[in-house]
């Protein structure tokens, strides 16, 4: 394993990389761009390649896939939040709970919940650009579903779930995860997110979807980046993972 951070020989004589726990990347999102141009440039492979990471690092790719035909959560977008726009917000989803999140950000940090009675106070503000949607109460019932694919197939499914007093389904919150054989009907849907993308032949892909209130999954997020492939519950992901790495080299 290299850090990104490592000096460009440090490199030298690999064929690929593969993205994996660079999990600040949401912090530095330009000069890891251009860490992984660099890269690029030395003719070294980068799976996903840069300009995947572009495009997904920023949470507005779903307004695209929106644009696509894609089901996905109904979401507020801003440069920046204020307790009023929590408010408006809540008004406009006809709720009584929300989620801000960062438009630009990883694994739940940053991430704030309110509800009418737990307002923000009068000073608070997000400070950067930012998401608000409504809280769907399927993420704490239900819980959310992962779909791994490999090279474009679908490798398993996973269910994961909020831990006791909290909504977010990262095990760094307490969460946990659960095995999960998809319904045809479920393993469509997130074939029609990967369809969706704007991206042919990604060596890997996790579509994670939640259940809106009228019952249809939508997608929360479509990882492109270095997701966790959840290997635990994918028996057959090694072997294949190598064919397809294999099959680029």
């Known amino acids: 394993m290299i850090d990104w951070r490592a000096p460009l020989d440090a490199f030298d004589g690999l064929a690929m990389i593969l993205l994996?726990?660079?999990?600040?990347?949401?912090?530095?999102p330009e000069p890891f761009l251009a860490r992984l141009q660099a890269l690029v440039a030395k003719g070294i492979a980068v799976s996903n390649p840069p300009e995947v990471v572009r495009w997904n690092a920023d949470k507005r790719y779903l307004r695209e896939l929106a644009g696509r035909g894609a089901p996905t959560v109904p979401t507020l977008w801003l440069d920046n939040a204020g307790p009023t726009d929590v408010r408006t917000a809540m008004e406009d989803f006809g709720t009584d709970r929300v989620v801000v999140k960062r438009q630009v950000g990883a694994g739940g940090l940053g991430q704030h919940s309110f509800a009418s009675d737990t307002l923000p106070g009068p000073g608070w503000t997000m400070g950067r650009p930012c998401m608000i949607q409504p809280f769907l109460p399927s993420v704490v019932a239900e819980g959310e579903y992962t779909f791994v694919f490999i090279?474009?197939?679908?490798?398993?499914?996973?269910?994961?779930r909020a831990g006791a007093d909290d909504y977010r389904i990262q095990s760094l919150y307490g969460g946990?995860?659960?095995?999960?054989?998809?319904?045809?009907?479920?393993?469509?849907?997130?074939?029609?997110?990967?369809?969706?993308?704007?991206?042919?032949?990604?060596?890997?892909?996790?579509?994670?979807?939640?259940r809106l209130p009228a019952g249809e999954l939508a997608v929360m997020e479509a990882e492109l980046i270095?997701?966790?492939?959840?290997?635990?519950?994918?028996?057959?992901?090694?072997?294949?993972?190598?064919?397809?790495i294999v099959a680029r080299l």
């Open 151 to 160: 090279d474009g197939a679908f490798s398993h499914g996973v269910l994961k």
């Open 176 to 210: 946990y995860e659960r095995d999960y054989a998809p319904e045809p009907q479920d393993l469509a849907k997130a074939e029609a997110i990967l369809a969706a993308l704007p991206f042919d032949e990604l060596l890997y892909a996790r579509i994670d979807m939640v």
């Open 20 to 28: 994996g726990t660079a999990w600040d990347y949401q912090d530095y």
């Open 226 to 244: 270095e997701p966790y492939l959840y290997p635990e519950q994918g028996p057959d992901l090694g072997r294949r993972l190598a064919a397809a």
